[in-house]
């Protein structure tokens, strides 16, 4: 585990100088691109599908048909825009941060917002262990008065993970627990220079898996791989608009010049494949 986290550090230090050479308005796009990715996987770790059409009516404040699709677009653009909240604020991470991640994940149409749960019963698709309803509050601010102690001897995506382990584990809250756990962790990785790391779909059963798990090994080496994926993610966009950028600054005829050439390539790639 520690070369591969030495490994991805290395990776976010490469990344880190590469952003240098973004404009403001790139940095902005990767930073927008960032948060749907997150937005729509999040959803789908609930179970909840998202459309393009749904981001984008929820994104546009559209009004949604009933009372349903509406609750579901004004979940999405909070948790849009505390995303993008955090990634311009790197708030502290304690227990009045949580606090604030739930109150972006519900809102007036949601029953309960802001309470800790008051029952033991199974939570929706979550089925690990959980503390006693009567023991959340001293838990959680037990996590949180450790935390620091975390931050310091741990690296900062074992310390997230296991903080996010532990406030999995309490379950704070009667609704959306699980995003607003998984919001704080995104403001973690921001804080430590880290990139947003979503958790796709793809990766639900063993996401939930790790969190069965006795200890938050498992999800670390999660976190660690989706956050590998994230700078390759954010290396391909810089990369892609270096080269955008390489083209646009050549004389008129050598952009031709290398369009065509680009062209008669792939066109013979094409022949060399249909003989």
Request: aromatic share 6%.
């Amino acid at each position: 585990m520690e070369l591969n986290l030495l490994h991805l550090d290395i990776r976010v230090a490469e990344l880190k100088r590469s952003l240098h050479h973004l404009s403001e308005a790139q940095r902005a796009d990767l930073d927008e691109q960032s948060r749907l990715l997150w937005v729509v996987a999040d959803h789908a770790l609930d179970g909840v599908v998202l459309r393009e059409d749904d981001m984008r009516r929820a994104l546009q404040r559209i009004d949604g048909n009933d009372w349903c699709e509406q609750n579901l677009l004004d979940g999405v653009a909070r948790l849009h825009g505390a995303l993008e909240e955090a990634q311009a604020a790197r708030a502290v991470i304690n227990l009045e941060a949580l606090r604030w991640a739930h109150s972006q994940c519900t809102g007036p149409r949601v029953p309960g917002g802001g309470r800790y749960r008051k029952n033991d019963a199974p939570q929706g698709p979550y089925s690990q262990k959980m503390v006693a309803a009567k023991s959340v509050s001293y838990r959680l601010r037990r996590a949180f008065d450790n935390y620091p102690g975390l931050a310091e001897r741990l690296h900062p995506l074992q310390a997230g993970a296991h903080l996010h382990h532990e406030v999995m584990g309490i379950f704070p809250f009667d609704k959306h627990s699980g995003r607003a756990a998984r919001l704080l962790l995104a403001m973690h990785l921001l804080r430590e220079g880290y990139p947003l790391a979503p958790i796709p779909a793809s990766a639900r059963a063993d996401y939930f898996a790790a969190l069965c798990a006795d200890t938050p090994g498992p999800l670390t080496a999660l976190l660690v791989h989706f956050v590998d994926e994230g700078v390759s993610r954010a290396m391909r966009f810089t990369q892609a608009t270096s080269n955008d950028a390489k083209v646009s600054h050549l004389p008129t005829k050598a952009r031709d010049h290398s369009g065509a050439a680009q062209g008669a390539s792939d066109a013979a790639g094409r022949k060399r494949q249909a003989s």
